[in-house]
Nanobody, 127 residues
Framework: QVQLVESGGGLVQAGGSLRLSCEAS????????MGWFRQAPGKEREFVAS????????NHADSVKDRFIISRDNAKNTVYLQMNALKPEDTAVYFC????????????????????WGQGTQVTVSS
């Protein structure tokens, strides 16, 4: 079982940047597809980005494409989400997730595609 701990959230002005980190425990990190989701108040949790076990393949939601970048460092058991040009609508709790199955998802991943979740980190973007 992988345990995930997010960090790096906070309050930032519109147009600013933040980098979220998610550190994973356990020996399987380098074999897991990792993902970031977010949930704004009163809304459903939505997909943000995912990255293959090697880091060579990534997928970003249209709403964050060209602004957010997912990356990973398998030596550090850590996945990152670099968020640039932040907008007030990016305000949400951001969750890190790990997927056990090794096949890459060509479609937009759903929450049910991921098996372990972190506790979330709050990102607030002021206008």
């Amino acid at each position: 079982q992988v345990q995930l701990v997010e960090s790096g959230g906070g309050l930032v002005q519109a147009g600013g940047s933040l980098r979220l980190s998610c550190e994973a425990s356990g020996r399987t990190f380098s074999r897991n597809t990792m993902g970031w989701f977010r949930q704004a108040p009163g809304k459903e949790r939505e997909f943000v980005a995912s990255i293959s076990p090697t880091g060579r393949t990534t997928n970003h939601a249209d709403s964050v494409k060209d602004r957010f970048i997912i990356s990973r460092d398998n030596a550090k058991n850590t996945v990152y989400l670099q968020m640039n040009a932040l907008k007030p609508e990016d305000t949400a709790v951001y969750f890190c997730a790990a997927r056990w199955q090794t096949n890459w998802l060509a479609r937009t991943p759903a929450q049910s595609d991921f098996d372990s979740w972190g506790q979330g980190t709050q990102v607030t973007v002021s206008s």
